[in-house]
């Protein structure tokens, strides 16, 4: 099956909300127009965040074989806007807005091996697909990192129904994932699914690359909203439009050049289609490229950047030491 | 969906097709590197073969703008170009390379669906790719084995599957739609017996003592060159889900033993067919005539081929008409006859499939 972005709305009921790691709530919705949700696909919601209706995506982690249950999990996101707060907040019995399934990061059956990878709250979108390969008797290894074992959600449930074929790396505990021996692992035949922030992205991205293993075989999902440093507040210059804009650290560049009156192009806003793009005239600073349309090389070149989430950040390095005031970029938009 | 919903839908006129299941999508010999369109289940599906002749079926529809990829050329050695900016597949359906960029969008794919190369057929799995198990190709083992020699044609019926499956699960039509080849009134006199077991129905007609209708004579003296006299005739239709059903047919001698299970001096054919529905009023008719005698003659391969594909010519008529007149005629319903038990059953494990995908609507 391939991508499905047509949305159909409905309105669910929350009739479950359980924590199941620190700061990860479990939440079962009853969907009124049910649909089995495949492997890799995810919902989109509407949350409020202070009274104002705001979109928001969640993988399904499991849903029954009619659709009638859907199991969504979400962590508390650091530096939250609010739509995660809101989702911790739902009690049962309270009603939502949520699309049918959409698939943006279809299992393929059929490959000779596979890898699943899941990166912290990425196991959402990982779960099933385990699941499923393991129905299938497929030949798969699963690997689930994270910072602390009690921030990982499901792995009591993931070792009884995966066993010998569940890799477990926690970083408190010093088994941190050495990211070109799992490369290493995979050969020709081999289709490897992540999904997890994105520095542990790039980095299978970059040995996949080393390895010149096929680029289709490498499939991920990216939540669009991580990036290699902590947001910082910016300022943004268009000299075209007349504009001097600060970007929060708590609104896309995008956003903010939306909300200063720009109208400006774009599509996934997650950074994969390239259309939100604009070129970088000057720069006090450096870019966070939290995006996967450009390539390594474009990304090091830095004359053009995805402002739905990329952003500048003060020091190149991520430390705050030498930082001095905001950083400044002056862009075209297209 | 809820047990009213099927009793209420038993006659429905458009009946919805399984999706979880095989249908035949193309004879083995029209697939080639050359990449053909071919809509199935209400999905134009773009289909060829790998440079290492393996079958690839994708949605015939780029990820981009959605342009027919069966329009495009084979590409590497298993990939397919879109024809419209350049955009190439994997046989998995997976974009290998975009135009005007260096990295590949990762949601960049066409859904490709399970294949099986399977007795003379390229059969597809259009719903859950996760169900589609080899082991459920319906048995058409007369087409490849060694027992049996055929050919056949694909017939484009323009007419909902489920009203081709209706015509061959009760042949008492023979005498009325095919009375100059096959139908003899002794059809509608004889008895029948209908048996279902799990998805297969099987229907059962003997006529004793009877006089070969032209068709058969013909084949009799094929085989018992100058025969002359009555003949023990024979009707067991096998269907199995969704759309697959071979017909055991034949005449022998009367009296020399046919019904017991001799039928050394009869000839037997198999008439295989399996539909697959192209849209919910149209259908892909796959249909072939299997002999057990005079295996060596492609004379009478050519000559049964072509005098069913006559016969069948007749059904088609009437299929397109029937099928006209129930779209004319919205407000009227089906109502059912003793001869219908066949197909009755076989309704009913289409309905409960159905109802398993969660697809089954009641009759408008
Ligand atoms: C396909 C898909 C599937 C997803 N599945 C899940 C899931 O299963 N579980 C889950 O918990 N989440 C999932 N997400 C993420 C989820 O949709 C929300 O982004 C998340 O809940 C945070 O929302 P928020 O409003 O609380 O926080 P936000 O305000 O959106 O902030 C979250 C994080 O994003 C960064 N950030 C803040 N503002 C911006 C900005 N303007 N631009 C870029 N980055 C910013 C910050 O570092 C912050 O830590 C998924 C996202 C996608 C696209
Ligand atoms: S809108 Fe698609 S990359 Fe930004
Ligand atoms: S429509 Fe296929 S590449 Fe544009
Ligand atoms: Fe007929």
């Known amino acids: 099956m391939a991508a499905t972005n047509i949305e159909t709305w409905q309105s669910a009921t929350v009739i479950e909300t359980t924590p199941v790691a620190d700061g990860i709530a479990r939440i079962v919705l009853e969907p009124s127009l049910p649909l089995k949700a495949e492997p890799g696909s995810h919902i989109d919601l509407m949350v409020e965040i202070d009274g104002e209706p705001a979109k928001r995506s969640y993988s399904v982690v499991e849903s029954s074989d009619d659709g009638t249950r859907l199991v969504i999990s979400v962590m508390r996101a650091p530096l939250s806007r609010g739509g995660s707060i809101f989702m911790h907040g739902l009690a049962v019995g309270?009603?939502?807005?949520?699309?049918?399934?959409?698939?943006?990061?279809?299992?393929?059956?059929?490959?000779?091996?596979?890898?699943?990878?899941?990166?912290?709250?990425?196991?959402?979108?990982?779960?099933?697909?385990?699941?499923?390969?393991?129905?299938?008797?497929?030949?798969?290894?699963?690997?689930?990192?994270?910072?602390?074992?009690?921030?990982?959600?499901?792995?009591?449930?993931?070792?009884?129904?995966?066993?010998?074929?569940?890799?477990?790396?926690?970083?408190?505990?010093?088994?941190?994932?050495?990211?070109?021996?799992?490369?290493?692992?995979?050969?020709?035949?081999?289709?490897?699914?992540?999904?997890?922030?994105?520095?542990?992205?790039?980095?299978?991205?970059?040995?996949?690359?080393?390895?010149?293993?096929?680029?289709?075989?490498?499939?991920?999902?990216?939540?669009g909203n991580s990036g290699w440093y902590d947001p910082e507040e910016f300022i943004v210059r268009v000299p075209k439009?007349?504009?001097?804009?600060?970007?929060?650290?708590?609104?896309?560049?995008?956003?903010?050049?939306?909300?200063?009156?720009?109208?400006?192009?774009?599509?996934?806003?997650?950074?994969?289609?390239?259309?939100?793009?604009?070129?970088?005239?000057?720069?006090?600073?450096?870019?966070?490229?939290?995006?996967?349309?450009?390539?390594?090389?474009?990304?090091?070149?830095?004359?053009?950047?995805?402002?739905?989430?990329?952003?500048?950040?003060?020091?190149?390095?991520?430390?705050?030491?030498?930082?001095?005031?905001?950083?400044?970029?002056?862009?075209?938009?297209? | 969906?809820?047990?009213?919903?099927?009793?209420?839908?038993?006659?429905?006129?458009?009946?919805?097709?399984?999706?979880?299941?095989?249908y035949v999508a193309a004879w083995d010999h029209e697939v080639t590197r050359k990449p053909m369109s071919r809509r199935i289940a209400n999905r134009p599906v773009a289909l060829y073969r790998t440079e290492d002749g393996k079958i690839v079926a994708l949605a015939d529809a780029c990820w981009h703008r959605l342009a027919p990829l069966s329009m495009g050329k084979t590409v590497g050695k298993d990939g397919i170009q879109c024809p419209y900016h350049g955009i190439v597949y994997n046989s998995a359906g997976r974009c290998v390379s975009m135009p005007a960029q260096e990295t590949i969008n990762p949601s960049a794919t066409v859904p490709s669906f399970p294949t099986v190369e399977r007795y003379r057929y390229v059969w597809i799995w259009m719903g859950d790719p996760t169900l589609a198990d080899p082991d459920l190709v319906p048995d058409m083992h007369q087409m490849t084995s060694d027992e049996w020699a055929g050919d056949g044609l694909t017939i484009h019926a323009a007419c909902n599957y489920q009203l081709v499956l209706d015509n061959l699960m009760d042949l008492t039509h023979e005498e009325f739609v095919h009375s100059s080849t096959i139908g003899q009134e002794e059809l509608s006199e004889s008895d029948f017996v209908t048996v279902r077991e799990g998805?297969?129905?099987?229907?059962?007609?003997?006529?004793?003592?009877?006089?070969?209708?032209?068709?058969?004579?013909?084949?009799?003296?094929?085989?018992f060159p100058g025969f002359e006299g009555k003949v023990d005739r024979w009707q067991i239709i096998n269907f199995e889900a969704p759309s697959t059903i071979s017909i055991d047919v034949g005449v022998a001698k009367a009296g020399t033993g046919a019904p017991e299970g001799d039928r050394s001096q009869g000839v037997n054919g198999f008439v295989m067919n399996t539909i697959t529905p192209e849209t919910d009023r149209s259908s892909h008719y796959f249909w072939a005539f299997m002999r057990n005698y005079c295996l060596d003659s492609q004379l009478i391969t050519t000559q049964l081929r072509d005098g069913v594909h006559g016969v069948f010519g007749e059904d088609e008529e009437m299929l397109q008409a029937q099928q006209a007149a129930i779209d004319a005629n919205p407000d009227y319903e089906f109502y059912n006859l003793n001869i219908d038990a066949g197909g009755m059953w076989v309704r009913r494990i289409l309905e409960s499939m159905l109802a398993a995908e969660g697809r089954l609507v009641a009759s408008a």
């Not at chain 1, 949520?98 to 990061?105: A, E, H, R, S």
């Not at chain 1, 289709?191 to 996949?208: H, K, N, Q």
């Not at chain 1, 952003?311 to 075209?332: L, M």
């Not at chain 2, 969906?1 to 006659?11: E, F, K, N």
């Open chain 2, 199 to 223: 998805n297969k129905v099987t229907v059962t007609r003997w006529m004793h003592n009877i006089d070969a209708p032209p068709f058969w004579l013909k084949n009799m003296r094929d085989k």
């Open chain 1, 241 to 334: 439009l007349d504009l001097e804009v600060k970007v929060p650290q708590g609104r896309s560049m995008l956003e903010a050049l939306e909300d200063a009156g720009a109208e400006m192009m774009f599509d996934c806003r997650k950074g994969e289609c390239g259309l939100c793009e604009v070129r970088i005239l000057e720069l006090t600073g450096a870019i966070d490229h939290r995006d996967v349309f450009y390539s390594e090389r474009q990304q090091r070149l830095s004359t053009k950047m995805n402002c739905c989430v990329s952003r500048a950040v003060t020091s190149a390095t991520g430390s705050r030491a030498d930082a001095v005031g905001p950083a400044v970029i002056t862009i075209e938009p297209n």
């Open chain 1, 94 to 223: 309270q009603r939502l807005e949520i699309t049918q399934p959409l698939q943006n990061f279809p299992l393929r059956v059929g490959a000779q091996r596979y890898i699943l990878l899941a990166g912290g709250i990425g196991i959402t979108a990982i779960a099933n697909m385990a699941a499923v390969l393991k129905r299938l008797k497929a030949d798969y290894t699963l690997v689930y990192v994270g910072r602390s074992r009690g921030a990982m959600a499901y792995l009591g449930e993931l070792a009884e129904l995966h066993g010998e074929r569940l890799q477990v790396h926690v970083d408190d505990e010093g088994s941190s994932l050495k990211v070109p021996e799992l490369v290493g692992r995979a050969d020709a035949g081999t289709e490897l699914y992540m999904c997890g922030p994105i520095r542990l992205m790039d980095a299978v991205r970059r040995s996949w690359v080393e390895r010149e293993l096929d680029a289709p075989n490498l499939r991920y999902e990216t939540f």
């Open chain 2, 1 to 22: 969906m809820t047990a009213v919903a099927a009793t209420s839908s038993t006659t429905n006129k458009i009946l919805p097709h399984p999706l979880n299941a095989w």
